[in-house]
T-cell receptor, first 107, second 112 residues
């Protein structure tokens, strides 16, 4: 499965959009991009996934570049409860989560 | 969320003792996973299962074995626990249709 690269940490002002980048330059044609987040020591929570097209749900938007080598997770109006570690993963069955991006939403 | 539970939630044991962690899901998911999480390493895959009696190794499988005799249960066994296996263990499952994994609450294992 392809590996991903994410910045270790980011800050975002409450109410502003949080844009979390992810590089996955070795992604294969049939591999999806998935985003999860982990709040404190809870189990990770699924956010969104996509293959080629941009996706949006009630939690976030996912923008995937045309070459599929990178993507951005967008939280449109970040709240304090969005403070968490965000993981970008690619693959199918046997995936690696990596260390993710620690997002701190600042009041 | 999928009904996925882990037991025990906390365990303290001594080096050299066997330990079994249980993961139970009520969603009839085909795929199940065991991860460990340590500071600085994110979540690392230990073993996974793609059906009853069908399992495969992940990236950190040494010292661990698994069994899946029923769809709903996935057991992780440490045959002889070592201090390096002190960690938080997460179980996950998914149906196979889109790989959206549902995670359990985690088990904190301390090996003294």
């Amino acid at each position: 499965d392809a590996k991903t690269t994410q910045p270790p940490s980011m800050d975002c002002a409450e109410g502003r959009a949080a844009n979390l980048p992810c590089n996955h330059s070795t992604i294969s044609g049939n591999e999806y991009v998935y985003w999860y987040r982990q709040i404190h020591s809870q189990g990770p929570q699924y956010i969104i996934h996509g293959l080629k097209n941009n996706e949006t749900n009630e939690m976030a938007s996912l923008i995937i570049t045309e070459d599929r080598k990178s993507s951005t997770l967008i939280l449109p109006h970040a709240t304090l409860r969005d403070t968490a570690v965000y993981y970008c993963i690619v693959g199918y069955q046997k995936v690696t989560f990596g260390t993710g991006t620690k997002l701190q939403v600042i009041p | 969320d999928a009904g996925i539970t882990q037991s025990p939630r906390h365990k303290v044991t001594e080096t050299g003792t066997p330990v079994t962690l249980r993961c139970h899901q009520t969603e009839n998911h085909r795929y199940m996973y065991w991860y460990r999480q340590d500071p600085g390493h994110g979540l690392r895959l230990i073993h996974y299962s793609y059906g009853v009696k069908d399992t495969d190794k992940g990236e950190v499988s040494d010292g661990y074995s698994v069994s899946r005799s029923k769809t709903e249960d996935f057991l992780l066994t440490l045959e002889s626990a070592t201090s390096s296996q002190t960690s938080v263990y997460f179980c996950a499952s998914h149906s196979g249709s889109d790989n959206e994994q549902f995670f359990g609450p985690g088990t904190r294992l301390t090996v003294l």
